[in-house]
């Protein structure tokens, strides 16, 4: 079973604090996902990471994939209320289709 | 598209009660996932099913755990019998699995509580 840890669980920050999160394996992956889901909602979909050492840039948002494909960042630059939400990484692994290994999830709370 | 559409949202039943969660996946769409999501537990992959077939559920917790997929439009996750410990938020994604790709699309969840 491939595991996918992430930290912090739990993070509440003042409006324009930057902050990271991180999300870690013993695993290899072929690729790598982080989604947002808002309350009583499914997670959506924000970037996928291919390459080892990728860095992608969505607006504030920033998310790299590690150089051995094992873990990966968010960082997220002057965050405003509207990041709050529960972060999660999620890995797709390299059979024979794709199955996709969910990370513990971090819940972003950001103050005004 | 309406997306991946989920029913019921909120579903209450009794412990020893038949439950039948429904999905419409988006058209075109060539892959089927269940997932349940727990505090405890975070987001688990329950079953998936390529072109309707059922390629991998090793996360259906128990023989009470059956899901189908008769067509390439609905998709069903039934428990029976139904127990406290089952009361979770089940989600079903679909995707268009082919050259890499790897999005799932989520529906909205049904919350399921065992009473």
């Known amino acids: 079973t491939q595991l996918l840890e992430q930290s912090p669980q739990f993070l509440s920050i003042q409006e324009g604090e930057n902050l990271t999160v991180y999300c870690n394996s013993s695993s290899v992956f072929s690729s790598l996902q982080w989604y947002r889901q808002e309350p009583g909602e499914g997670p959506v979909l924000l970037v996928t990471v291919v390459t080892g050492g990728e860095v992608k840039k969505l607006k504030r948002l920033t998310f790299q994939f590690g150089d051995a494909r094992k873990d990966s960042s968010l960082h997220i630059t002057a965050a405003q209320p509207g990041d709050t939400g529960l972060y999660l990484c999620a890995g797709a692994g390299s059979g024979g289709y794709q199955k996709v290994t969910f990370g513990t999830g971090t819940k972003l709370q950001v103050i005004p | 598209d309406a997306g991946v559409i989920q029913s019921p949202r909120h579903e209450v039943t009794e412990m020893g009660q038949e439950v039948t969660l429904r999905c419409k996946p988006i058209s075109g769409h060539n892959s089927l996932f269940w997932y349940r999501q727990t505090m405890m537990r975070g987001l688990e992959l329950l079953i998936y099913?390529?072109?309707?077939?059922?390629i991998d559920d090793s996360g259906m917790p128990e023989d009470r755990f059956s899901a189908k997929m008769p067509n390439a439009s609905f998709s069903t996750l039934k428990i029976q019998p139904s127990e406290p410990r089952d009361s979770a938020v089940y989600f079903c994604?679909?995707?268009?699995w082919g050259q890499g790709n790897t999005e799932a699309f989520f529906g909205q969840g049904t919350r399921l509580t065992v009473v």
């Open positions: 099913f390529n072109n309707n077939v059922p």
């Open positions: 994604a679909s995707s268009l």
